[in-house]
Every structure is written in C-alpha cells, then in structure tokens.
Nanobody
Framework: QAQLVESGGGLVQEGGSLRLSCAAS????????MAWFRQAPGKEREFVAA????????NVADSVKGRFTISRDNAKNTGYLQMNRLKPEDTAVYYC?????????????????WGQGTQVTVSS
C-alpha cells in the first residue's frame, strides 16, 4: 500500500511560480505512472499531467502545457510539478496519484493511490 504526501502549495501572485512535491512511502519505481490532478471549488477533478515510471514519457493537459512541468526522482521516491506563469484559474487543491499499470491518461479512476492534496491559490 502506497502513501502519498503532497507539499509545496501556497498563495502566490499571478505570474508567479510554485513547485509541488509528492513524497511516496514506497519506492516509486514500483508504482509506475505518477500523475497530478486538481480540483477547484464547485468543479470536477481535472487531470493536469502524468509521467511514466522512468520519466521518459509525459502527458500534459492543454490547459497547462508550456507552463507546468512534471518530473520525478525515483531515488528520492518523489514526484514534482513545477508550475510557472500561474493564473487565478489555476487555483485549486492539487493531488498526486500513482498507477501500478502505467496509465498516463486523464481518467482518475484508473489511478490506485492518492495523496490528501495541497492547496494552491493564485491571486490576481
């Protein structure tokens, strides 16, 4: 059973940057794909990005492409989401998730383990 803990969220002004981290309790290499989702108040959970077990393949949502970068360091059992040029519409709770099969897509039910989330607030 994997446990995931997100960190790095906070309040930032529009145009600023944040880096989210997702620390896993087990070797992330065993967990295959890692992804980030977000959920804004009153909205459904939204796929942000996913990365394969070795970091060689990524899938990034169009809404954040060019601004957000997903990465991982299996030696540290940690995944990252670098968020640049943040906009108020990026405000949400951000969750990391892992999948043991290798799915890199947007269907949240495909992911096996989830963190508790970290709040990101972007002020205008």
């Amino acid at each position: 059973q994997a446990q995931l803990v997100e960190s790095g969220g906070g309040l930032v002004q529009e145009g600023g940057s944040l880096r989210l981290s997702c620390a896993a309790s087990v070797r992330t290499a065993r967990l295959n794909a890692m992804a980030w989702f977000r959920q804004a108040p009153g909205k459904e959970r939204e796929f942000v990005a996913a990365i394969s077990w070795n970091g060689g393949t990524t899938n990034v949502a169009d809404s954040v492409k060019g601004r957000f970068t997903i990465s991982r360091d299996n030696a540290k059992n940690t995944g990252y989401l670098q968020m640049n040029r943040l906009k108020p519409e990026d405000t949400a709770v951000y969750y990391c998730a892992v999948d043991g099969v290798g799915y890199l897509g947007p269907r949240d039910y495909e992911y096996d383990y989830w963190g508790q989330g970290t709040q990101v607030t972007v002020s205008s």
